[in-house]
């Protein structure tokens, strides 16, 4: 049974700090890794996605990945109230086809003002 | 481009009913997936259709069916309706290319069974 693991939450941050979060996953040949935002009441929103090792920046996003380790994390700097959502981690590894991913069951941000 | 759209949004039904929900992909996409979400199991992947072809199915009993059309669309079924069918049921569409994988989401359809 292939798992990506994320933990719930809830992680509180102040608004203007880094929130950290960090997911990791059973299958070694995992190929692709995706960060999804999925706010309350809508249906997630890509934000992120990286396929090799190191650090990928989008903005005030980084995507880490660490494939040795089954680990991926996001960094959101400068956090905003908006950034409060549930955070989805997500890994393809193919088996076939690029259209089953596996989902983490989400961390839910909270940034304060 | 207009994004994926699933129709319709909100559905009510009864236990024992069936129910069949549509998904346009956004044009030129031409992989269309499913997904169950519920607050207990997260998101589950129910299947992945591709040139008119089923091409990955999940752990789902046979109730729950799809196809898709020559334009892409899809759509998927589920007979004989339990409570446990209530849930958010998202279609998510991806170009078949770079980057791989890559699968924009649906508003989703909240099913509701009584």
């Known amino acids: 049974q292939k798992e990506v693991e994320q933990n719930s939450g809830p992680l509180s941050v102040p608004e203007g700090a880094i929130a950290s979060l960090n997911c990791t996953y059973s299958?070694?040949?995992?190929?692709?890794f995706f960060w999804y935002r999925q706010y309350s009441g809508k249906s997630p929103e890509l934000i992120m996605s990286?396929?090799?090792?190191g650090d990928k920046e989008d903005g005030r996003f980084t995507a880490q990945l660490n494939k040795a380790s089954q680990y991926v994390s996001l960094l959101i700097r400068d956090s905003q109230p908006s950034d409060s959502a549930t955070y989805l981690c997500a890994v393809n590894d193919y088996g076939g086809s690029q259209g089953n991913l596996i989902f983490g069951k989400g961390t839910k941000l909270s940034v304060k003002p | 481009k207009a994004g994926v759209t699933q129709t319709p949004r909100y559905l009510i039904k009864t236990r024992g009913q069936q129910v069949t929900l549509s998904c346009s992909p956004i044009s030129g996409h031409r992989s269309v997936s499913w997904y169950q979400q519920t607050p207990g199991q997260g998101l589950q992947f129910l299947f992945e259709y591709f040139s008119e072809t089923q091409r990955n199915k999940g752990n789902f009993p046979g109730r729950f069916s799809g196809r898709q059309f020559s334009n892409s669309r899809s759509e998927m079924n589920v007979s004989t309706l339990e409570l446990g069918d209530s849930a958010l049921y998202l279609c998510?569409?991806?170009?078949?290319?770079?980057?791989?994988?890559?699968?924009?989401f649906g508003p989703g359809t909240r099913l509701t069974v009584t």
């Open positions: 299958d070694r040949g995992s190929q692709s």
């Open positions: 990286i396929y090799s090792n």
């Open positions: 998510a569409s991806s170009f078949l290319g770079r980057p791989k994988g890559e699968q924009y």
